[in-house]
């Protein structure tokens, strides 16, 4: 069965520093992974996914991801964070079962940026 | 482009009343989710459709929950009887084929 990681229930950051939020996934195959931002009261939002090609990948809002295959790691990365990326993190993994695919997700984690 | 819709945003009910909710996906999309999120976890998923065929409800409790996907379109999720453990918001999202899914704003489901 897939799943997937996200081993920090927060993060805490200052604005205008770097900000990283990890996660690992298992997967049978290869894995198609995505990033989605959740604030409050609101439904997922996409921000961005890796599905081949170049490891790193952007995405909106200046964010971008990593993908590390020998690691089975999609960390999400952003060079200066803002006080507004505060919000609550998800990582999904999408791999193939019994012939059609299924969308998994992590348990999310809480970014806190500070002024 | 509209984005998926989701109805009612908000729901009290008494334990072992009866509720349903409400979904329309992206057009075009043939896969259909329903998520469970309860409140400080990650979405899990309940049922997933394509075009109006279940692929997977494995974790969907069959003994209370249904769901419903006529023609291929609009789904509707239903619980009888609701238990105070089903309270959560209940995300829809749908997708055109891998590609990522895209979500409703939810429905939160306070049950009392």
């Known amino acids: 069965a897939q799943s997937v990681a996200q081993p920090e229930d927060q993060v805490n950051v200052a604005e205008g520093n770097p900000l990283t939020v990890k996660c690992t996934y298992s997967?049978?195959?290869?894995?198609?992974l995505f990033w989605y931002v959740q604030y409050p009261n609101r439904g997922l939002q996409f921000l961005l996914k890796?599905?081949?090609?170049?490891?790193l990948v952007k995405g909106s809002y200046g964010f971008e991801a990593e993908f590390n295959k020998s690691q089975t790691s999609f960390h999400l990365k952003k060079p200066s964070a803002l006080v507004s990326d505060s919000a609550l993190y998800f990582c999904?993994?999408?791999?193939?079962?019994?012939?059609?695919?299924?969308?998994?997700f992590g348990k999310g984690t809480m970014l806190l940026v500070s002024p | 482009e509209a984005g998926v819709a989701q109805s009612p945003r908000y729901k009290i009910i008494e334990k072992r009343q009866s509720v349903a909710f409400w979904c329309n996906p992206i057009?075009?999309?043939?896969?259909l989710y329903w998520y469970q999120q309860i409140l400080g976890q990650g979405p899990k998923l309940l049922i997933q459709?394509?075009?109006?065929?279940?692929?997977?409800d494995s974790q969907l409790p069959k003994d209370r929950f249904s769901a419903e996907r006529l023609k291929g379109v609009d789904s509707t999720l239903k619980i009888q009887p609701a238990k105070l453990e089903d309270s959560a918001v209940y995300l829809c999202?749908?997708?055109?084929?891998?590609?990522?899914?895209?979500f409703g704003q939810g429905t939160r489901l306070t049950v009392v």
């Open positions: 999202a749908s997708s055109f084929r891998e590609a990522e899914a895209f």
């Open positions: 997967v049978s195959g290869n894995p198609y």
């Open positions: 890796y599905i081949t090609g170049d490891n």
């Open positions: 999904a993994v999408r791999g193939m079962n019994s012939g059609y695919s299924t969308l998994t």
């Open positions: 057009s075009g999309h043939a896969t």
């Open positions: 459709f394509q075009n109006n065929g279940v692929v997977d």
